[in-house]
T-cell receptor, first 113, second 114 residues
Framework: NAGVTQTPKFRILKIGQSMTLQCTQD?????MYWYRQDPGMGLKLIYY???????DKGEVPNGYNVSRSTTEDFPLRLELAAPSQTSVYFC????????????FGPGTRLLVL | AQTVTQSQPEMSVQEAETVTLSCTYD???????LFWYKQPPSRQMILVIR??????QNATENRFSVNFQKAAKSFSLKISDSQLGDAAMYFC???????????FGQGTRLTINP
């Protein structure tokens, strides 16, 4: 199992550009999450999904969109990049968040200039 | 809303000694889970230990143990015989039973001095 994979590892965007951060898991987990981690801070939940076709907002959803067309994939879309979106983005998945750990991807570092 | 507070932004300990990281949380729920995650320089988040609120016994995993004080809403992590590989950011997290979302603390950066 590859676990949770994220691409790209690092990206520089100009203000106003758009991009999609990819996340794939091969563990057949229903639950998937997107977090952002600002320097020296904890993780803040952007969006999450409890299964294919179902998504919901987290703590900081503004400026982002997600979709979940398959169990494996949970892409995060930035439509109009802003400097405030400079952060490290983590994708995670879980089979049962109440009883099992969340498995995290390696992260995507995004710099918006 | 639930909140998780880690009041120690940074901690350091000598190799082979014991260190305790603090975590407090605020909730009106009685059934929940608490976690400690480790984030080394590789940035990968790794689960260290998990505690179920309805269990009075403190969780242990090898050199890692917790002191869970439910009434005080405190959940500290003790690392015994510290090793250089323990150097990382440590995050405390809370999950209400039946919920899907973890709430994370701000993190504590742990340095191990050789």
């Amino acid at each position: 199992n590859a676990g949770v994979t994220q691409t790209p590892k690092f990206r520089i965007l100009k203000i106003g550009q758009s991009m999609t951060l990819q996340c794939t898991q091969d563990m057949n987990h229903n639950y998937m999450y997107w977090y952002r981690q600002d320097p020296g801070m904890g993780l803040k939940l952007i969006y999450y999904s409890v299964g294919a076709g179902i998504t919901d907002k987290g703590e900081v959803p503004n400026g982002y969109n997600v979709s979940r067309s398959t169990t494996e994939d949970f892409p995060l879309r930035l439509e109009l990049a802003a400097p405030s979106q400079t952060s490290v983005y983590f994708c995670a998945s879980s089979s049962n968040p109440s009883r099992e750990t969340q498995y995290f991807g390696p992260g995507t570092r995004l710099l918006v200039l | 809303a639930q909140t998780v507070t880690q009041s120690q932004p940074e901690m350091s300990v000598q190799e082979a000694e014991t260190v305790t990281l603090s975590c407090t949380y605020d909730t009106s729920e009685s059934d929940y889970y608490l976690f400690w995650y480790k984030q080394p320089p590789s940035r990968q988040m790794i689960l260290v230990i998990r505690q179920e609120a309805y269990k009075q016994q403190n969780a242990t995993e090898n050199r890692f143990s917790v002191n869970f004080q439910k009434a005080a809403k405190s959940f500290s992590l003790k690392i015994s015989d510290s090793q250089l590989g323990d150097a990382a950011m440590y995050f405390c997290a809370y999950l209400r039973r039946g919920a899907q979302k973890l709430v994370f603390g701000q993190g504590t950066r742990l340095t191990i001095n050789p």
